[in-house]
């Protein structure tokens, strides 16, 4: 085995396995899942859907740590650092951790001179399920990282599928339709056992699924609903009900959805995984989850926001709207060049004075440039000003110069934007304005 000793040492090694950076298929992660004899004693949980994962993942964890679970997490991609992929008992893991089930992977994937190849996300993801595996959890949180059927987590059966809300996203991988894309997703889910479909309005192609697979379907809307007013909400579904619960302390109007799910998953595993209803209040109200519509005190207000396809920022843009009137509202904006950015652009654009386009840190990515090109494209506001930056530091010290502290700031797109602000921790605005 090479000299690796790092953590990032193993992650270059990684990079450079296999040609592709996507191949799907499970025959060769499978293979080496099976060489390395990983396998699950405790229930498992898994997530998919075009957005509302991660928040998804985020409450479940609060609530079953809350329920005194020993609880694990897996999810993708990450901000800053690799190692916030993979939460044990609520805490990151450490990179030592990883490092010996990077190792483990590693022998069984050259086993008897036999080798297979995986991709970085195979080879990852095999890692960080081992170490799972080995940390002797009550119940295992997995989000899949891209579509379902053929994402590497899906070499674990669940124990309960959610599906979150399903939009055009990775359209080249997973098909051209919510149809095709609510197909790919809808292999998570496994005979006889529960899956929880948080989307309004699904997919026809994961009902059939459902009903050809003969899984347990719980429809948003039919099996579990939730109603609320200003103050508080409550929840409904098979055989169980919570009223009065506080807010998730995620903001934005699509987290009761996600939570509704959630609430959902957790009354289907209730003989297995029982959890109080002070353990749901306890784990809404403290849930963490950054880059999530995040708002973070100052002056002039910044929002952060990892809304990277067209529904998602349809829902920041709804979240935006309902948080008052600032006099301007600057935008950093970075993506990868396969998105489809003009519906993004023209629906959030209304809201937007200034824009600051930025290069990202990883050729997938559009040039800060190529954005400002295609929001020209489209331009109806002569009055707006744009401009191109290398980074999203540099674009969001541009903001923060030109901004009055009354101003409000909203760096969204990519994971690679919001984590190129977040780099350094969380950033303290202080317009310039106030310096004096």
Known sequence: MKNLQTLDDWLAYCEGLHPKSIDMGLERVKAVAQRMGLAFACPVITVAGTNGKGSTCAMLEAILLQSGYRT???????????????????????????????????????????????????????????????????????????????????????????????????????????????????????????????????PQSIIDHAAELGADLWRFGQDFNFSGDKQQWGWAGRGRRYAGLAYPALRGANQLVNASGVLA????????????????????????????????????????????????????????????????????????????????????????????????PTPRAASGEDLRAKWQAQQIRPEVIANAYKSPEEALQAAVKAADPADRIVVFGSFYTVGGILKDGVPRLSAPHLAA
Not at 107 to 131: G, P, S
Not at 268 to 287: E, I, K, W
Not at 308 to 325: I, K, R, W
Request: glycine share 8%; proline share 5%.
């Open 72 to 202: 694990g997490v897996f999810t993708s991609p990450h901000l800053v650092h690799f190692e916030e992929r993979c939460r044990v008992r609520g805490d990151i893991v450490g990179a030592t951790d990883l490092i010996a089930s990077f190792a483990r992977v590693e022998r069984a994937r050259v086993e008897n001179d036999a080798e297979i190849t995986l991709t970085y996300f195979e080879f990852t993801t095999l890692a960080i399920l081992q170490l799972l595996a080995d940390a002797n959890l009550d119940v295992v949180i997995l989000e899949v990282g891209l579509g379902g059927r053929l994402d590497a987590v899906n070499i674990i059966d669940t124990d309960c599928a959610v599906i979150t809300s399903i939009d055009l996203d990775h359209m080249e991988f997973l098909g051209n339709d919510r149809e095709s894309i609510g197909r790919e997703k809808a292999g998570i889910m496994r005979a006889g056992k529960p899956v929880i479909v948080s989307d309004p309005v699904p």
């Open 265 to 360: 998953a957790l009354t289907a595993l209730r003989d297995r995984l029982p959890v109080t209803a002070q353990s749901v209040r306890n784990g809404l109200s403290m849930v963490e989850l950054p880059g999530r519509f995040q708002i973070v005190p100052g002056q002039p207000t910044l929002v952060l926001d990892v809304a990277h396809n067209p529904h998602s920022v349809a829902a920041l843009t709804e979240n935006l709207d309902a948080m008052g009137f600032y006099p301007c509202t600057h935008a950093v904006f970075g993506a990868m060049a396969d998105k489809d950015v003009a519906p993004m652009l023209a629906r959030i654009g209304p809201l937007i004075d200034k824009w600051y386009f930025t290069d990202l």
